[in-house]
């Protein structure tokens, strides 16, 4: 039976979920079309590209998975394979995961995942709405 790792040591900084991630040439990070919720014209929407990072300190080697939830948390939206990363002791890494062609059936508070060796480790909530549903309610109330 193989030997469990440990995640005494690691903690999770913060969690981001943006459009694209990129490495620049003097090592530092760029993200692009962070999101704090999405807001789709109509639903059904599909995003071509949705990143999450994930920025970890402590000490050892783990897997790391991120899965995407629906609201009521019975259907999983997108899945990522189990992905190795290594903190070094007293340091920091970084652990991106890119899905593509992400659908959105419906406006929720939809759950994102972060699993370390397959237990999920933390939680949050990535809002979902229908811009299009919203303005017919703001504009019926504009009315009355």
């Known amino acids: 039976m193989p030997e469990q790792i440990s995640t005494r ?12 991630v990129r490495l620049e040439i003097n090592h530092k990070v760029s993200l692009m079309g962070i999101f704090y919720a999405i807001q789709a014209p109509q639903l059904p929407v599909t995003l071509l590209k949705l ?19 629906t609201p009521d948390r019975t259907q999983p939206v997108a899945v990522s394979p189990p992905s190795p990363f290594q903190v070094p002791a007293n340091g920091y890494a970084d652990n991106v995961t890119i899905f593509a062609n992400v659908s959105f059936a419906t ?35 504009q009315i009355q």
């Open 107 to 141: 406006a929720g508070n939809y759950v994102v995942q972060t699993l370390i060796n397959s237990n999920v480790f933390a939680e949050q909530a990535l809002a979902v709405s229908d811009a299009s549903q919203e303005q017919s309610i703001m504009s019926s109330e």
């Open 51 to 69: 990143v999450i990072l994930n920025h970890w300190s402590g000490d050892g080697q783990f897997l790391s998975e991120v899965r995407i939830l």
């Open 9 to 20: 040591d690691l903690q999770l900084q913060y969690t981001i979920i943006c459009e694209d």
